[in-house]
């Protein structure tokens, strides 16, 4: 795609040693042009840095509400460390063509294919957003994706060997013995305003050696930590050494040490052996620096043939990266350490055609199959699926939601929309929602080889909804018909005294009077529950409320039970089961009902030159409280309070989800609207639905839209008149 390519691929990635040696001239765009390219990608919802004056200068009266991210993190529960013994812990390092495509937008965009979005976040612990910026703030669509799933969303502090101003970062104040400095209190602040997590600090350029003390730059890291708080993390990258030097020591050490010890973590470069591993791990011990924080880096290009005098080289030596990731990974967990993937979208830039095949034989180790080629020339002998060193076999897997929540729709971070949608879309019949991603179900990994029928699941979806769909396939022939079989979809850990309910979104795939019998599945460390599932032809909304006898009891996995298939013809493929959404959640009798409102709808048009657009704003309010219950221990956001996002629809066209209270409307969408009257349907979607008794009962989400006005443009060119529907809360 035209958006992949330019300017920013030419600058060599973070992967890339040496480069502090030999400096490349900025050849890219000019100051003048990097200006107005930034102005242009605010609209997008990207927000990045590249001078040391944007930074300090920089205040919350800077930020387009486009730049923020609304979804909370989704605490995950923290089992007992003895759990996660023999895993390690994944932390990602995104840097996928110099990031910040259009794909990444806040604001849905036609595509014609897919690009990555990482379907294993239960596997990932956190995930760096990284580009060639002095400052990188993760677009929105990434951190409420990773925040979904209970990923942490980080930015990147780097400072490169063409960066002007570097000694500015070490600028700093005194009072009283104590040190006080400017960029590391706007760091701070920019990671509790945009809504992420953190940042990784890599510095890739010596301080002049009149700024210089490793002291000094110690404290700005411990004022940089102090500041985030303890909810947020900091890490240092292996680059810059007590020394100032610029030295890749591929190990933690006494040259990096006090650094990490200043953030609480570090990543180091890829290039390390075992023995460096076992060193770091003997030391952070000793220094009581828990191993858990020791990433070490493992470069998955470097299974890619490289030139002779620049070898790339990654654990193992011989062949690592690649679709050999996970023998660094496995490596990592045998010793308690955890493990920093730097570009885990390889298998997108690498190959282009069979870009999601060559991911799940990274992470799964699935088979390639002979026709996929690559730039190497040698693709079936150099990138060979390692089915024994798959990641998902030693990486941390976390548990799908939180302690007393879990919530799917199945979305995948690219959808479908209907041929009306298609003119503002480019013609094209997909669009990206990268920031729509749900929680998706774990990997297959059970193998129904020895059976004679195996299950398995597909992600579909249309232009009115996504699902999971189950299917049954026949293996071989067998005597007598099948008994049970189970499909893992969900790890949880949650537990069964919190008066917990299962809701589920589901559509029998059967014939009426068929005999089989398909169910959802609750396991706990004693039992396992059968969910019922209704066999009707359109979905629909089932309750169940649970009710275990023995408060020790956890709830461990989530999944498909079938029995009674009959035997069929091999390779014959039965429909089972549509799965639209799957809730579960705590009901508290201490929280009544709240109603809400959308309130003060209008449009304007903003900016000017290139940055001109048309923008639908709204508000909502609290209108009242009901009687009912309403579930607890749900997430909250700071924007947009109890709503996840809203889906708004303006003269019939879907939109798609929206994550704050405002949209930029595209301009062949005005242009197409001008000068008729349009009806603007914004309808609240809640994180948790609040339903009173009477809806609860016949599975209603909304109740009937009011007609509000809408304030006009006060511009010639934009739409004569307006109107605006508005929902009620789901």
């Not at 010890?261 to 890829?270: D, E, H, K, M, Q």
């Not at 591993?277 to 030391?283: D, I, Y």
């Not at 948790?688 to 016949?698: F, L, R, S």
Request: hydrophobic share 35%; aromatic share 10%.
């Amino acid at each position: 795609m035209a958006y992949l390519l330019g300017w920013k691929d030419i600058l060599r990635p973070i992967r890339d040693g040496y480069r502090h040696l030999f400096p490349t001239p900025d050849t890219g765009p000019t100051p003048e042009e990097r200006r107005k390219q930034r102005e242009l990608d605010r609209l997008k919802g990207f927000a990045y840095f590249d001078t040391f004056d944007q930074v300090e200068n920089w205040t919350e009266a800077d930020c387009d509400p486009l730049q923020r991210a609304n979804t909370p993190l989704l605490q995950r529960k923290d089992r007992d460390p003895n759990y996660y013994v023999g895993t390690a812990r994944t932390l990602l390092i995104h840097d996928y063509s110099g990031n910040y495509h259009d794909y990444e937008s806040v604001h849905a965009v036609g595509v014609e294919k897919e690009f990555y979005s990482c379907e294993y976040l239960q596997f990932v612990d956190t995930f760096i957003y990284f580009s060639h910026k002095l400052a990188c703030v993760p677009p929105p669509t990434w951190t409420n994706t990773l925040h979904r799933n209970g990923v942490e969303a980080l930015g990147t502090m780097l400072i490169e060997p063409q960066t002007e101003g570097s000694e500015r970062l070490l600028e700093h104040t005194v009072d009283e013995g104590t040190l006080s400095f400017p960029v590391a209190n706007k760091l701070a602040y920019m990671a509790t305003h945009f809504g992420f997590d953190g940042w990784l600090i890599n510095i890739e350029k010596p301080f002049s050696s009149g700024t210089w003390k490793a002291e000094i730059l110690e404290a700005f890291l411990q004022q940089l930590k102090a500041e985030l708080g303890e909810s947020k993390k900091l890490i240092w990258y292996d680059a810059l050494t007590t020394s100032n030097k610029i030295a890749y020591q591929n190990t933690l050490n006494s040259s990096n040490f006090q650094f990490a010890a200043a953030c609480g973590n570090i990543l180091t470069n890829y290039c390390w052996k075992e023995a460096d591993a076992e060193k770091s791990l003997q030391l952070a011990l000793g220094k009581e620096l828990l191993s858990q924080s020791i990433f070490f880096g493992i470069d998955v290009w470097a299974q890619n043939k490289s030139s002779f005098t620049h070898p790339r080289v990654t654990y193992p030596e011989y062949g690592g990266g690649g679709t050999n990731t996970g023998v660094a990974v496995d490596e990592l967990s045998r010793l308690g350490l955890s493990a920093g993937i730097f570009a885990p979208a390889w298998s997108y830039e690498h190959f282009p055609d069979n870009e999601r095949a060559v991911e799940r034989a990274v992470w799964e180790g699935t088979p390639i199959t002979k026709d996929v080629e690559c730039t190497c020339g040698d693709c079936e002998l150099r990138h060979r699926p390692n089915k024994d060193f798959a990641i998902i076999r030693t990486a941390t897997e976390w548990p799908a939601g939180s302690e007393y929540f879990f919530y799917t729709d199945f979305n995948r971070a690219f959808g479908i929309h209907g041929d009306e949608e298609k003119d503002i879309f480019d013609a094209h019949s997909r669009h990206a929602q990268l920031g729509s991603q749900s929680i998706l179900p774990r990997p297959i990994t059970r193998h129904f080889d020895n059976e004679a029928i195996g299950l398995s699941y597909r992600l579909s979806s249309n232009a009115i909804t996504a699902c999971l769909a189950i299917e049954a396939t026949q293996k071989h022939l067998a005597d007598d018909g099948n008994g049970e079989l189970s499909l893992p979809l969900y790890t949880l850990d949650m537990p069964t005294d919190a008066f917990l309910q299962v809701e589920t979104y589901t559509r029998s795939l059967l014939p009426e009077m068929s005999s089989v019998h398909v169910s959802l599945y609750l396991k706990t460390s004693k039992t396992v529950c059968l969910l019922p599932v209704a066999k009707a032809a359109s979905l629909q909304w089932m309750t169940n409320s649970l009710n275990y006898q023995d408060p020790e009891e956890r709830i461990e996995e989530l999944g498909v039970c079938v029995r009674g298939l009959p035997v069929a013809e091999v390779g014959y493929i039965t429909q089972l089961l549509e799965i639209a959404e799957l809730r579960i959640s705590p009901t508290s009798p201490e929280q009544p009902l709240q109603s809400y409102s959308i309130v003060q709808v209008k449009v304007e048009c903003r900016g000017e030159g290139e940055t001109r657009h048309t923008r639908l704003c709204w508000n909502y309010e609290t209108v009242e409280k009901a009687e009912g219950r309403a579930t607890g221990g749900i997430p909250r956001s700071e924007i947009t309070g109890p709503f996840s996002y809203y889906s708004v629809r303006v003269d019939g066209i879907e939109l798609g989800k929206v994550y704050g209270m405002e949209c930029i409307l595209s301009k062949r969408l005005v242009t197409r609207l001008t000068g008729r009257e349009v009806q603007v349907d914004i309808r609240e979607e809640a994180i948790e639905p609040v339903y009173d008794a009477e809806e609860k009962d016949n599975g209603d989400h909304a109740e009937d839209v009011e007609e509000d006005e809408l304030d006009g443009l006060g511009d010639k060119g934009a739409w004569s008149q307006c109107s605006g529907n508005t929902g009620a809360a789901a």
